[in-house]
Structure formats: structure tokens, C-alpha cells
């Protein structure tokens, strides 16, 4: 602080005294030296720095610190001393009355029940929206994810859905559940299919539990195959076929698990294709019946032929054919047949112009 005086009412000043002046050595405060320098028609006190000790600090006056920031979700706020000294004397205001369905201190949190729109600014009247949860298939009262975390993996707006619901709402079964209803309170149940036997293993209908069966798969829960069919599998169509021998089996129907047919007497294999040990089958043309050998009538003529020389397989069985005309005959004598049974007769000819030539049947 200094004091200055002036000689001619205020026109020009001159600094007559200095607070804490450490070089100034005075003996005697009324001496004339002393009085001559406080010599003055005016005086002025001239504040040259602020210290830090003044009022402000002397006093209980509350001040204003700052601007309340409530996002634009209130009018009013209140300053509270705890949240000030929590902050680090950083602010103490607290929002009063948050509108549009916010919460918090500073009115930046949605109320329970909604969540924050990412796509809107926290000053939005909308930016809180109301969850869309189901309440057949969420927990907690259908609460949803308040805000967007990228680093836990929240999504705004997720509902908390029961153990086998899933989807942003809680709307729908997990994959291989179905039977969504309000009173489980796993939210779904497990489908029954057998993964070997359904398409791309892709489970149950959701709404009717139904499954879909590979092509040679049935069953509700696609578990066995069908009829001619065994052995289920990964394989495309689920099932092989039984391939039962039509000779050597009762029918086409086989064991589901081994795929073994019914064989009948003396045939084995799992087909049923081959004779037991000391047993043998005889081919297609086991028993021959050979027409130059057979009775026949006088306008019939017997035809020797020879092998062919160039490799060509005979299209004849025993020495040749028979050659016949209209109204020819032939008698066969059939006298070897042990077992009764129905047979089916095949007859070997080479047709001609005029008439036929017989080689015989089997």
C-alpha cells in the first residue's frame, strides 16, 4: 500500500509513505523531517496487489462456485456439502426434480426401466427410452442394460432373459429349445431330437417341438430309421439301406441297429446273400432242360452247332438247337425237382424267318 499526497488539489501526486519500507530509518515519528513529508492538501491510498487474506475468507457468506450442469433435465439445483467434499471440492450441485426420466446428480442417468439412447445427445428430452422386455422370458422385473458399455459388452436396451431365452427383448427360445412359456422359469425346454438324425442338426421347431427328420429318418424325436432301412448316422440321409438279398431273405425289413436281414434256412450274411458252410445255391440256370434232347415232334429238326473259333461266347447251351415249324412240338420229361416251390420258366430261342430254333430252358 502506498500514500501519495498532492500540492495542487489532485492535479499531480507524490508518494509520501510506503507500508513495510525496510529501508527506512526513522528515530522520531513527530520530528519536523517527518511532519514536512505528510505535508498535503489531499490524500489518496493506492491498493497495488491483492493479497489473499480478505473477506472472502473472513466471512460465512455462501458464494456461487458455478453453473449447475443438469443436462438440460432441470431448472433448479442445491449445493450439498458432502458431494462437495467427495468431489474434491470440485462441485457440490445436485439437480432437483430431473424431468424426462432421468436421474443423478447431474441428471445424467436414465430411471430404472429405461435406457440411454446412444444415438441421441444426453441433453435430449428423448434420450431415455423405455425397455421393450418380455416379461415371459426376462428376470429382474424387466429391467434392461441403462447405457452401452463396448469394454463389458453391454448393449443398451438388452433385456436379462431366463436361462434358455434369448434375443434383445427376451422374445424367443435358444437354439435346441423350445415351449416358450411365462411359468418356466428356465424360459424354454431342451428339444428331445437326435442330432444324428436331423437336418444339419438344427434342433426343434420352437413353437411345436417338432423335429426335422433326415430323408431316412422317422420318429418324433428323429431317432430311428425307417422301415428297410438301419444303422443312424451322421450320414447325409441318416440311414443305409438293408440290401437284404430277394433270394436269401424273408423280406426287405433288416435290424435296425446291425442291419442284419432275415435270412431264411441255410443262408447267412448280413444280406443274406451267400450259403452256410456245407451248403451251396445253385445259379439261375442250375437246371437245364435241353430241347434236342426232348421229345418232339416229326416236323422238328435237330441243329449242331459249333463253338465259335473267334472268342464269341455261344448264345446256345448243349450240342445245339432244335428247329421248329408251325405246329410243331416239343415234351420236356421234368423228373429232378426235390423241393416244391413256384419257378419261373426262361426259354432260350434264336428267332428265323420262317420258324424257330430251341436251344432249351432253364
Known amino acids: 500500500m502506498l500514500i501519495e499526497r498532492s500540492y495542487d488539489f489532485g ?27 505528510l505535508k498535503m492538501t489531499n490524500l489518496r491510498i493506492n491498493f497495488t496487489k491483492l493479497h489473499t487474506l480478505g473477506d472472502d475468507l473472513l466471512d460465512d457468506r455462501q458464494e456461487i462456485q458455478a453453473r449447475c450442469n443438469c443436462n438440460n433435465h432441470a431448472t433448479s439445483c442445491h449445493f450439498d456439502e458432502s458431494v462437495w467434499e467427495a468431489s474434491g471440492h470440485i462441485t457440490g450441485g445436485i439437480c432437483d426434480g430431473c424431468l424426462h426420466n432421468t436421474i443423478g446428480h447431474n441428471c445424467e442417468q436414465c430411471k430404472p426401466f429405461y435406457y440411454q439412447d446412444p444415438s441421441r445427445d444426453l441433453s435430449d428430452p428423448d434420450v431415455c427410452q423405455p425397455c421393450e422386455c418380455d416379461p415371459r422370458g426376462t428376470i429382474d422385473d424387466g429391467t434392461c442394460e441403462s447405457r452401452t458399455d463396448l469394454i463389458n459388452h453391454l448393449e443398451a436396451g438388452r433385456c436379462h432373459c431366463k436361462t434358455y431365452i434369448e434375443g434383445r427383448r427376451c422374445d424367443r427360445c435358444k437354439h435346441g429349445y423350445w415351449n416358450f412359456v411365462e411359468n418356466n422359469p428356465d424360459g424354454c425346454e431342451p ?31 428323429c431317432n430311428q430309421c425307417v422301415q428297410e432301412y438301419w444303422g443312424l448316422s451322421n450320414d447325409q440321409d441318416g440311414c443305409q439301406a438293408c440290401d437284404c438279398d430277394p433270394g436269401g431273405s424273408y423280406d426287405s425289413n433288416c435290424d435296425v441297429i446291425t442291419g442284419q436281414c432275415r435270412c431264411r434256412q441255410h443262408v447267412a450274411g448280413r444280406t443274406c446273400n451267400q ?14 432242360y435241353e430241347a434236342e434232347l426232348s421229345r418232339s415232334s416229326e416236323n422238328c429238326q435237330v441243329v449242331i452247332r459249333e463253338p465259335f473259333r473267334d ?35 426262361v426259354i432260350r430261342y434264336e428267332p428265323q424267318v420262317t420258324f424257330f430254333c430251341f436251344s432249351g430252358f432253364y
Do not use: A
Not at 197 to 217: L, P
Not at 316 to 345: A, C, P
Open 275 to 288: 450259403p452256410e458252410q456245407s451248403f451251396y445255391t445253385g445259379t439261375l440256370d442250375f437246371l437245364i
Open 191 to 221: 428339444c428331445t431330437c437326435n442330432t444324428l438324425g436331423t437336418v444339419d442338426n438344427q434342433g426343434c421347431h420352437v413353437y411345436t417341438g417338432e423335429c426335422t427328420c433326415k430323408q431316412y429318418v422317422t420318429g418324433s424325436d
Open 311 to 345: 472268342g464269341r461266347e455261344n448264345t446256345w447251351t448243349g450240342t445245339g438247337f432244335m428247329r421248329t415249324f408251325e405246329d410243331s412240338k416239343l415234351e420236356f420229361i421234368v423228373d429232378n425237382i426235390q423241393t416244391s416251390m413256384e419257378y419261373d420258366i
Open 11 to 37: 492535479k499531480t501526486w507524490q508518494i509520501i509513505f510506503r507500508v513495510l519500507p525496510p529501508n527506512l530509518p526513522i528515530d522520531d515519528p513527530y520530528s519536523p523531517q517527518v511532519q514536512n513529508l
